[in-house]
């Protein structure tokens, strides 16, 4: 498999995770993977992102930490250089994707219509996120884009929350979901651990057998 293969196969849910705390990191990493959600999503949404990601790289090596909101070509080097295991991005263009493929990252590329799936297949991606999932048409989306491109496997994310997760993960052309509901900022800021590892137990329950 791939390496976006591999991770899509890793875990039901990557946590999208908004670290504004670089000391969060690490105890956030551990218990997500304790509660059996190895695949992390660290977004470029706060200064403390790549300096996260290096905190998870160093003490947490069992989880495979990427870095998400990716929208830029200096941004994927950064993240190559922060050590992502990953690179996500809300949208596609040729030079993202050129871009991914000379770093050697593995990249997630971002698709919500037919003519952003049809852009992805022919720079050769079939793994792809499908954002925002809920305002795009979420499930009923998916099941019409499922026709055409049967060979496109998704991961949606925006709007997905623990409630919606199983409905999603039923689709064939969905292997996996994203969402933050696994790390409330609450919970982050008070440092409740085992609530989060608690919260990550319970989705990584979630796959549904095909």
Request: a neutral charge.
């Amino acid at each position: 498999m791939s390496g976006i293969e591999t991770i899509f196969a890793a875990s039901p849910v990557m946590p999208v995770l908004v670290i504004e705390r670089v000391e969060d990191a690490a105890p956030l990493a551990r218990a997500l993977v304790a509660g059996g959600v190895p695949v992390l999503e660290v977004t470029l949404r706060t200064r403390a992102a790549l300096a996260a990601v290096r905190a998870i790289r160093a003490e947490v090596p069992e989880a495979i930490v990427g870095v998400g909101t990716i929208t830029t070509a200096a941004q994927l080097g950064a993240a190559a250089e922060a050590g992502a295991a990953f690179g996500v991005s809300p949208g596609t263009t040729p030079e993202l994707l050129a871009h991914a493929r000379r770093a050697g990252l593995p990249f997630l590329p971002g698709a919500m219509t037919p003519s952003d799936v049809m852009r992805a297949l022919d720079e050769g991606c079939t793994r792809l996120k499908f954002f925002p999932a809920a305002q795009a048409g979420g499930i009923a989306m998916l099941k019409a884009l499922a026709g055409p491109f049967p060979q496109a496997l998704f991961c949606p994310t925006g709007g997905v929350d623990a409630a919606t997760a199983p409905s999603y993960l039923a689709l064939a052309n969905v292997a996996c979901v994203g969402g933050s509901w696994l790390a409330p900022a609450e919970r982050v800021r008070a440092g409740e651990w085992e609530a989060i590892r608690e919260l990550a137990s319970t989705a990584a329950r979630l796959r549904v057998p095909r």
